[in-house]
């Protein structure tokens, strides 16, 4: 009896052991905590009417990439979409997404697209935002 009674004290230790080992990892390695971004998009000071802007982790560690589109200045990262807190570049484009429709429709067929953004704002970005701290839920960009 009184070996039974160790076998089954063992039994539940090395199972609360196991559980809490799960959820430790669960909770720390494997799940990136995520947050909703939003913000403006202005040039000149005037709103971004449509376009993307993407957000292009610095972090070798973290070869992440998450976008939005922008439409009539505004532009939202949903929380289910969440960015994962690290430093960003930010580039920006005036393609938008009636215009990437139109090059899917094409079909193969040559669709003129005209970049309006500077590429000091685009491929050679010169934007950075530090949302490592996690706490960052809105940013406002003035292009200029």
């Keep these: 009896m009184n070996a039974s009674r160790f076998r089954r004290g063992l039994f ?6 196991l559980v809490y080992l799960v959820h430790d990892y669960a909770t720390t ?58 430093r960003y570049q930010v580039e920006f484009s005036s393609i ?4 990437l429709q139109r090059m899917l429709d094409s079909k193969g067929a040559l669709t003129e697209v ?11 970005t010169e934007v950075e935002i530090d949302l490592s701290a996690g706490n960052v839920l809105h940013a406002d960009f003035d292009l200029r």
Excluded: H
């Design 114 to 124: 005209q970049e309006e953004i500077p590429a000091r704002f685009n491929r050679n």
């Design 12 to 17: 539940l230790t090395t199972l609360l052991g």
């Design 96 to 99: 938008g997404a009636e215009d």
């Design 29 to 86: 390695s494997w799940i990136d905590p995520t947050m909703p971004l939003s913000g403006t998009v202005s040039i000149d000071g005037k709103p971004m009417t449509k376009g993307l802007v993407r957000f292009i982790s610095m972090d070798p560690d973290l070869p992440k990439a998450y976008g939005s589109y922008v439409k009539d200045g505004r532009y939202e990262v949903p929380a289910e979409f969440g960015i994962t807190p690290a």
